[in-house]
């Protein structure tokens, strides 16, 4: 198993940009597909963005198409988010989480159902 480990979080006004690290402790992303969840107070978890274990396919959310990039760099065991163009309803606590099923489409990167592993989250609070 893998237990990913987020990194990044913050607070940033609105119209700025974070961005945010997942790495796994203990072993290696490489054959892992790995997406980014996020959950605002009241509200359930949802999908923001996913990539594969190659890299060459991802998914967004349409909340965020345009402003979030999701890249992976294997030589530093890494997944990253980044986010510009910070809006308040970006404000949640954001969750990376894999999985190592074979699989493509929406069904594959943006269920949450579909992950095994999860890490605890990053606060992530965009001001006004």
């Known amino acids: 198993q893998v237990q990913p480990v987020e990194s990044g979080g913050g607070l940033v006004q609105a119209g700025g940009s974070l961005r945010l690290s997942c790495a796994p402790s203990g072993r290696t992303f490489s054959s892992y597909n790995v997406g980014w969840f996020r959950q605002a107070p009241g509200k359930e978890r949802e999908s923001v963005a996913a990539i594969n274990w190659s890299g060459g396919s991802t998914y967004y959310a349409d909340s965020v198409k345009g402003r979030f990039t999701i890249s992976r760099d294997n030589a530093k065991n890494t997944v990253y988010l980044q986010m510009n163009n910070l809006k308040p309803e970006d404000t949640a606590v954001y969750f990376c989480?894999?999985?190592?099923?074979?699989?493509?489409?929406?069904?594959?990167?943006?269920?949450?159902?579909?992950?095994?592993?999860w890490g605890q989250g990053a606060q992530v609070t965009v001001s006004s």
């Open positions: 989480a894999a999985h190592r099923y074979t699989c493509s489409g929406y069904g594959c990167y943006a269920l949450p159902s579909r992950y095994e592993y």
